[in-house]
């Protein structure tokens, strides 16, 4: 009999999981698997349970969760000699690397995906000794993603991210940074900068043309405006921003390897995947292109 290593977060999102969880094991079941639960505890047990699971004789390892708890989930994979394949159900406040991937948001709907679906082997960033899945920033907007209480986020979903936003414009400073990449130089001052293998951030930010296993980041930079009219503009129209329609203030390129400095004597906070992720003054961000496979919809 196959074994499936089940994890999930209990409070992720609008914890909707709690009434979902004993369907989504009898589909599984039903299915012909042998199912370990194990609903996470605190902070960082989705890394120790993820390692568990591929080192253990599983077949299958499934997270249920928001983003957070994927990336533990990742981040115990990755640490691993023998990575399982990774079937995601999102039950968080946003999901955005679900979205992009066309997982669904039903959980139900998600656990036949993975049960139908085939696996995608996607690439993996690499943030100094840390992964993420789909995003490492700095700047703007960044902190507010960690910062956003975690009951704003249940009822107000992405609305949540931009409120705070708004209500945070007059403390968003400019930051000194080198951007190097490819033998190119960058250097300004700079309001925003991710290094992204997906199609939005916090429905703040879309991109197109995204190839899940190229190897390569899409890197958005958001150069300082000249006056506070058009700074305002800016930070507000990001929600509806789009790549491709040339904008004045912003950078854009793709790499698979970038390294961000800090110039600035004050310290640079950086999120990964929606949590907080130090600040390093220096910082390597690598693609680990094709490094973990992850269940998706079947191509029609």
């Not at 990449?181 to 429905?203: C, P, R």
């Amino acid at each position: 009999m196959k074994r499936v290593y089940f994890i999930f977060n209990l409070h992720s999102g609008k914890a909707a999981l709690n009434n979902q969880i004993p369907k989504l094991l009898d589909q599984f079941t039903a299915a012909g698997y042998e199912v370990t639960v194990h609903p996470t505890q605190r902070q960082g047990d989705g890394i120790v349970s993820a390692k568990y699971a591929c080192a253990n004789g599983f077949d299958l390892l499934v997270c249920a969760g928001g983003d957070g708890t994927l990336n533990e989930t990742i981040q115990g994979c990755m640490n691993s000699e023998n990575p399982l394949p990774v079937g995601y159900i999102p039950a968080g406040s946003t999901n955005d690397f679900a979205r992009g991937l066309q997982i669904p948001t039903t959980p139900e709907k998600a656990v036949q995906c993975i049960l139908d679906g085939n696996t995608l082997c996607c690439d993996i960033g690499k943030f100094n000794e840390h992964y993420f899945t789909y995003v490492a920033a700095f700047g703007a907007l960044t902190e507010i993603s960690y910062q956003t209480p975690q009951n704003y986020k249940n009822v107000l979903g992405h609305a949540a991210y931009l409120l705070n936003g708004i209500a945070h414009l007059s403390t968003i400073k400019a930051r000194k940074m080198r951007i190097e990449y490819d033998g190119t130089i960058l250097e300004n001052d700079y309001l925003y900068g991710m290094v992204t293998n997906a199609t939005s951030v916090a429905k703040l930010l879309s991109l197109s043309d995204v190839e899940w296993d190229d190897g390569l980041f899409e890197v958005t930079l958001i150069r300082k405006p000249t006056d506070l009219v058009q700074f305002h503009q800016l930070i507000l129209s990001l929600a509806n921003f789009q790549l491709g329609a040339e904008r004045q203030y912003f950078d854009y390129f793709r790499a698979s390897h970038v390294t961000v400095t800090n110039l600035d004597e004050e310290e640079v906070a950086w999120t990964i995947d929606g949590e907080y992720g130090g600040n390093q003054r220096v910082n390597e961000i690598s693609n680990c292109q094709k490094a973990l496979n992850i269940f998706v919809p079947k191509q029609k």
